[in-house]
């Protein structure tokens, strides 16, 4: 499921293209795109007929977008790219009056399956025709002149009316898309849709393959967003309404429509990146002592509990199912927000957002699920995780399924018990007595209101459970820096395996949990590398 340089894209390409709508809502059609080459005549529609168009596609045998960029576009390289900057006159909606902006993507570098792009309005849609004179082609190399006149574009980004440079989302490549919160910073990934993700076969990247901006009301903070999607398994109709914030906060609804049986399909999946951390350093070569867009996977189950499950750079792909009905919310987060922490003055790691999915109705059975691949540095997307459903899509169902996404610093969700704040790793052992085996060492604070009220001679005790192997040197104490506790142990393997560990920790105070899960995966290192020193 990589992605190369996801995680850059957007950040970078704030220079993007996009069209101006000439047209107000007393205009006719042919008045209000003399000026943007529109494609074809208007046509009725609405997020009705756009399922009603998924369902026929995928009564059809699918066919693969056309991808036959000129060589001079096709050819571009990372540099050339980023010269070609958007023409900010150009923006749709620009001279009306509203809230938002769309600004459209130039085809090139790794995105090159041209999108349909439509307007939609007073239940019309009109396609827009691309057009050389949007762009400023800097030193790409490329030339207005001679560029198609169909070329398409690549994706869009929007624009709040709070800042008409920093976009608040965009939709580039395949089914991606990004959000940002009030920290105004791009991060992790969502998708439309993911298909067989972690699999033995080659994952499945569907596409967004044409857009509907509706035109927003005067003075509305929400605009929509429709889109059509399609890949040899499924095609779908999605509706995106989108509200910008200090939280951001997308309200989603999907028609799918399998073309044949799904092994694993992929419900509002998240993507992320993750190469090292206080809890993980098997790639920590770099100056920078954290690198990555999230640390860890929440979970709000169905019963109630609170999970939390920090992100590792694994040394072999893992995969996790954690089975749940009607989950109450899932997402990746970035909890550690402290500029010390990374160091990176650059990209700014502690100012990603979070990601958090809130079901609107019941799912059913089934299992979120979190997918780590090993990376060797911060330019791939290495973790993923989504919603799969217990029962597999069919060929010729229709499935709806609709979700809220949040982006931002926090998630909406209030968790009534202290959380875990940080995980750290590293050889056991105690300090000034030989060791005579290998162990390793866990370390995990926890923080909040639950925890506000205890004095040092509370009776609080660490809960842990593992897969294999032995508990050793348990504690769980005050920590005054974070009016937190930390509880701490070693686990010593058992055996010779290199096979994970699972292993599940929760402070209990007088029989009551005052702390949420902490479930970890440990792999224990080759029998040759546990050196006790």
């Known amino acids: ?5 996801r995680r850059h894209f957007l950040r970078t390409l704030g220079r993007g293209a996009a069209l101006a709508s000439a047209g107000s809502l007393g205009l006719n059609w042919t008045q209000a795109f003399a000026a943007l080459k529109p494609l074809g005549q208007p046509r009725p529609f609405d997020f009705a007929a756009l399922k009603g168009e998924a369902r026929t596609l995928a009564g059809k045998p699918y066919v693969p977008p056309a991808a036959t960029l000129p060589a001079s576009v096709s050819a571009l390289d990372w540099d050339q790219y980023q010269s070609i900057q958007f023409r900010p006159d150009h923006a749709l909606w620009a001279d009306e009056h509203l809230r938002f902006q769309a600004k459209f993507f130039h085809l090139g570098l790794f995105f090159k399956k041209p999108v349909h792009m439509y307007e939609l309005a007073n239940g019309q849609a009109q396609e827009l025709a691309y057009d050389p004179a949007m762009f400023d082609y800097g030193k790409s190399g490329l030339k207005a002149g001679d560029l198609p006149p169909d070329l398409g574009f690549a994706g869009f980004r929007l624009n709040f009316h709070t ?5 608040v989302a965009a939709f580039l490549g395949a089914s991606y898309f990004r959000a940002v919160g009030g920290e105004w910073q791009y991060g992790l990934s969502a998708r439309g849709l993911a298909i067989d993700t972690g699999m033995q076969q080659p994952e499945e990247f569907p596409d967004f393959t044409a857009f509907y901006l509706e035109r927003p009301a005067p003075g509305s903070n929400t605009v929509v967003v429709l889109a059509l999607l399609d890949s040899p398994s499924i095609s779908g109709a999605y509706r995106f309404a989108i509200t910008p914030g200090d939280v951001q906060v997308m309200e989603i609804d999907a028609a799918l429509y399998p073309r044949k049986q799904i092994e694993r399909i992929g419900i509002a999946p998240c993507t992320s990146m993750f190469q090292h951390g206080e809890n993980d350093h098997r790639m920590a070569n770099d100056w920078r002592p954290e690198i990555h867009d999230s640390d860890g996977l929440s979970m709000w189950r169905g019963n109630g509990e609170w999970v939390w499950r920090p992100l590792t750079n694994p040394p072999t792909l893992q995969f996790n199912a954690f089975a749940d009905e009607n989950p109450r919310g899932f997402g990746l987060l970035q909890r550690d927000r402290n500029f010390d922490h990374y160091q990176d003055d650059g990209v700014f790691y502690e100012r990603r957002p979070s990601l958090w999915v809130e079901p609107k109705a019941d799912w059913g059975k089934g299992s979120i699920q979190l997918v780590e691949i090993p990376t060797v540095d911060e330019t791939f997307d290495n973790i993923v995780a989504f919603w799969n459903p217990e029962r597999k899509p069919q060929a010729g169902e229709e499935w709806l399924v609709g979700y809220r996404l949040f982006w931002g610093a926090d998630t909406p969700a209030h968790l009534p018990l202290a959380r875990c704040v940080a995980t750290r790793t590293g050889l056991g052992g105690v300090v000034g007595k030989p060791r005579t085996y290998f162990s390793w060492r866990f370390a995990v604070d926890f923080a909040g209101e639950s925890l506000l009220g205890l004095g040092r001679d509370a009776k609080v ?23 937190g506790w930390r509880a701490m142990f070693d686990l010593r393997p058992g055996d010779d395996s290199t096979e994970p560990i699972t292993i599940r920790l929760f402070l209990r105070e007088n029989g009551r949990p005052i702390t949420e899960t902490w479930l970890y995966q440990w792999v224990p290192p080759a029998q040759a590398d546990r050196k006790p020193y």
């Open 1 to 5: 499921m990589q992605k190369p340089q």
């Open 163 to 167: 800042d008409p440079v920093r976009d």
């Open 461 to 483: 005790e660490p809960v842990i459970t593992v897969s294999r192997g032995q508990v050793e040197t348990t504690s769980a104490r005050p920590l005054e820096a974070i009016n």
